[in-house]
Structures are given as C-alpha cells and as structure tokens.
C-alpha cells in the first residue's frame, strides 16, 4: 500500500517512514459501482485515497463538474477545512480507496508533521491552477468500456472486434475482455472483480468489455466501466429496455451512455432512431451499416475522443462560404463526423449532415433563393416584412420531415428562444423546422412557434458561434467557419442623419427604382448587425477558451 500512496501528488515527497505512517493509519474499504463514497452535506470526517477505480463529482444541481481515478485523493478540501461535503462523489464502477479518519489524520500528523505540510503545499498550487478554469467539464473518454446488447437482442457477429479495431490510437489496440477470459476460480459478482480488471487496466491503455448473455458477467462488466455502449438493431420491431439495460443505465451519467444503431448494409434509409433513444436517455446516438468500415471509423472517432466537429456561424447569404470550407476538408482526406451551426451555419451543417455533397448543397440554394426567390416576397408589415411561405415551402421540400436523429451524422442546430431567453438546442423533430427556427431573424421573419407554444428566433440573437456547445457535445477537434473578422469589422456610415428620406421620397424612389443618392442603413442590415452584438461579446472568451482546451478547434474565418 506504500507504492499507493507514493502515486500521489500530495504524498510524493514523503519519506519512507511518512508513507509507511500513512500506510498503517489508513483501511481499506470496497465501493461497489453506483454507490457514493459521499454525500452532499455529509460530514468531512474522512479523507479517501483512490487505489482502484474511477468516481465522479456532482454538484448539488446535477452538474458533474470533476472525475477522480486511480491515485487521486477524494475529499480533501473539506477534509481540512472541518466543514461538510460540497458535492456527491459517485463510483462509476467498482472501486477500491483507502480511508484515512480525522482521528488516525491527526495521530499520524502529529508524529509526521512534514505530512500536513506536503498536502497543504499541493492544495495551495491546485487551488491557484483551479482559478479562471472553472467552466463546465468537457466530454471526456472513458478508459473502460461495457458493450450491451438493447432489448435482450444480441450483438452482430464479428461486431465487437471491428469496434476493437476501430477503436485503436497509436498503434496499440484496446484489450477485449470477454467472459472467456475470467479465471475460472473467479466470481463475476464477486469483490475480487473489479481488482482483477484493474490489474488488466494498468497494462493496457482502453479495455472493452463485452456482454455474454451470462446475468452476472454482464451486471458485473457494467459496474466497472466508464462508459456504457448499447447496440441496437435499427429495425428490430421489440424496442423496450431488456432486464439488463434497466440494471446499467442508471449506473452511468448521461454523458457516459452512447447508442449504436446497426442496419445491414449503409444504404438502407434510416428511420425509427427515436423508439430507441426515448428509453434510453443517452447522450449521443451514431448509425452504423455493417458493411462501412468509415462508419466504425467514425464510431471509434467518438468512443476515443478524437471525433472531428464542425461549427458553423451565422452569416447571411455568406453561408455558402461554410460550403467551401467543408469542400477544403474533404479533399484533404479530413472526416467531419459532427455539424453544428447557428442560421444560415445551421442551414449548411444540416444538409451536409443529411448526405448532401457540397455541390448538392449549393444547387440547393441556388433554386431556393434565386429560382424559387424563397425570401423575396413581401408582406403587410405586422409579424415581419417578408412573406415566409415560399421559404417554408423550400425549406419542407429540400429538408424535409425527417428526425434530426435519423441523420446519418451527428448534427445540432441553435436558435434563440424568446419564452424562456435561453438558447434553444435543436437535437431531434424535423430538420427543416431546426434550420427554420435557427434562421428566423426577427422582424424579417416570423418567429417559429413550437408545439409547447415556445417562440423562437434567430440563434445569432444569443450565439452566433456555437463552439461551446460542441465542446460539451463530444472530445476531439473542431473546426470552427465564422463568417465575421474580429479586425476590421467597423461598420460605419457617411451618410448623415438628416438625410434620412420621407415617407414619399421612399415610395418615388420605389416607383421610379431609384437608388437614393446616400445610402442609409436598411432595416435588413439593421437587424442582422443588431442581432449578433450580444453574441460577439460571447464569441472571444469562447474562441480563447476552445484554444486553450486540450482539443484543439481550428479557427476560420472568411
């Protein structure tokens, strides 16, 4: 147990004796996976020692803001400032730490004091690093896995080696573990288990753990995984949560609970993806055609947290220039395998994500807005000035009723909801009612209205550059396209105010199609500039903080 301690920062420059003092005041104690070590409130009367396994920390509101593994102290703020747990600390599978009471701290202190030292030293320069960094946890790949069938199905053959092997970084593949591999003295449901996959955690950088059809190798592989992948067959008429699934999700953060929905060959269209998320709750959902090797690839881009995004900004009749970025990627072999856009970056990310090539996408536009003339048409000023119907219209037949879920890549759309002044995430429903919604800018077009009654606007209203929201989404590198340069965006006007135009010099300039001879700023340029000034407030802390986290987002503005 001396080496145990010697693996912590706080310990590290301990002598012998110090760790052998540590050792001797300190018991051991096994959390199973889904129990709390603490509990909010609770109180601070012990300081634990993760020896195996792996916790998570939950704020009182839900919010998981910390994981500790193997190594790390639990506890040990309020530990020494003698006051209650601040937060819940979780085992995300079976675990094992050392326990170390106030009574045995203070015993062992007084004979060591050099240990008190070495703990508040390593405290103070935590705290310090701590300060400016607390934002909410960025998505985060497991090191162990549990792989599931749903609904009492059973995986494809061959299914888990192909995700083993999509799953590899580097060079080194993860270790599947299946029941095979359990030494035969060895209980699945036993203490011992979660020991013995530590053993093999240590010598292996990802475990996947594999389902059996055995009741307590599948209760026990969930109870000491990180993550939770439930395999579906898309198709499959029986969609209700099997014995087993009702055991594991509830063991795992919603964040920690993926969906793989399997079809035979890619080609097959994808519908029905919503009976099985409804159950389910997970986080994020991938489709899978058995026979693509780049859908594995994709999937296993997720799993290790290296999933390629890109964010797309609002912009106007500039967003086709979204098109030509994703073109760029393309032909330099660079996967995108997550859109997410505000407006017109939500109109691009959504058709590329419903498998429109580039050039599909531009045609696209190209007969909406300068064919079909979808946003030429105006009407009597009382819910906005242009008529939506042909733009709706457009928009239902080239986007169409399809459930964002049923896409084959992952895509977010964000618009502004004026109900509750917050951002309005769009994850599932139709596609073209989230491109509408993202697109409504206000006073231009009516608002969208939701089936709970909530209305909704432009997303630029309240962001304009959606990377945060990636980043919570998935790990991995994004690609963030903004339509508007940080330098140089002075928008300034020579035209004096006194020379804004009467009610009749407006309607003969209209009759005789005369351009006025200085140009005041039009309502149209008015509210687009307006629109994003709080979202360009928002965007340079969130550009700063996307630089300095460990996936690294591209900026490109054009």
């Not at 500039?529 to 550009?543: E, I």
């Amino acid at each position: 147990m001396t080496s145990e301690f010697s693996r912590v920062e706080a310990f590290s420059g301990l002598d012998e004796a110090g760790l052998a003092a540590l050792q001797q005041a300190s018991a051991g104690r096994v959390v199973a996976g889904g129990d709390y070590l603490v509990r909010y409130g609770e109180e601070a009367d012990s300081l634990y020692l993760v020896s195996t396994g792996r916790f998570f920390v939950q704020l009182a509101n839900g919010r998981v803001v910390a994981e500790i593994g193997a190594g790390e102290p639990v506890g040990e703020l309020a530990f020494f400032s003698g006051g209650t747990r601040t937060a819940d600390v979780r085992a995300t599978r079976d675990s094992f730490v050392f326990e170390l009471t106030r009574e045995a701290y203070d015993r062992v202190v007084a004979k060591h004091p050099e240990i008190a030292e070495s703990i508040l030293s390593v405290l103070s320069k935590r705290l310090a690093r701590a300060t400016g960094q607390l934002g909410a946890m960025e998505a985060k790949p497991g090191k162990v896995l549990a792989l599931i069938p749903a609904a009492g199905t059973r995986l494809p053959e061959g299914f888990a080696e192909r995700l083993c092997r999509a799953l590899t970084r580097g060079g080194e593949a993860p270790r599947m573990v299946t029941i095979a591999d359990k030494p035969g003295t060895l209980a699945a449901d036993s203490d011992g288990f979660g020991r013995w996959l530590a053993e093999i955690e240590r010598s292996t950088e990802r475990i996947v753990l594999v389902a059996a059809g055995d009741e307590n190798w599948d209760r026990s592989i969930t109870r000491n995984a990180d993550d939770l992948v439930i395999v579906a067959p898309l198709f499959e008429e029986q969609c209700e949560r099997s014995p087993l699934e009702d055991h594991a999700i509830p063991l795992f953060l919603r964040a920690n609970r993926t969906l793989l929905l399997w079809r035979e060959q890619r080609s097959q269209e994808i519908t029905g993806s919503g009976r099985w998320l409804d159950s389910r709750n997970v986080k994020l959902h991938h489709h899978i055609g058995l026979d693509s090797e780049e859908d594995f690839a994709r999937v296993g881009r997720f799993l290790t947290g290296s999933a390629n995004g890109v964010v797309l900004a609002g912009g106007g009749a500039l967003g086709c220039a979204h098109i030509g970025v994703i073109q760029g990627l393309i032909e330099n072999g660079i996967p995108v395998d997550f859109y997410g856009g505000t407006s017109a970056g939500a109109a691009m990310g959504g058709a590329i994500a419903q498998g429109l090539t580039p050039d599909e996408t531009v045609t696209q536009c190209e007969e909406m807005f300068i064919t079909a003339k979808a946003m030429k048409k105006m009407t009597i000023p009382v819910h906005s000035i242009l008529d939506p119907r042909v733009f709706d219209r457009e928009l239902e037949n080239r986007y169409g009723n399809k459930d964002i879920a049923d896409l084959p890549y992952n895509f977010f759309g964000v618009s502004t909801n004026l109900t509750t002044n917050s951002i309005y995430l769009h994850r599932r429903g139709p596609l073209w009612h989230a491109v509408r919604a993202s697109g409504s800018l206000p006073t231009i077009l009516p608002p969208f209205i939701t089936e709970e009654g909530d209305i909704l606007v432009d997303g630029g209203v309240l962001d304009n550059v959606p990377v945060a929201i990636m980043r919570e989404a998935k790990a991995g590198p994004n690609v963030v396209v903004s339509l508007r340069s940080d330098a140089g965006d002075e928008w300034r006007s020579r035209t004096k105010y006194k020379s804004l135009r009467t009610p009749g010099q407006i309607l003969r300039d209209i009759i005789f199609r005369r351009k006025p001879k200085e140009e005041f700023p039009g309502i149209v340029d008015i509210m687009s500039r307006s629109m994003v000034v709080t979202s360009a407030s928002m965007r340079r802390p969130a550009m700063r903080a996307s630089s300095a986290c460990k996936s690294p987002t591209a900026s490109a503005p054009s």
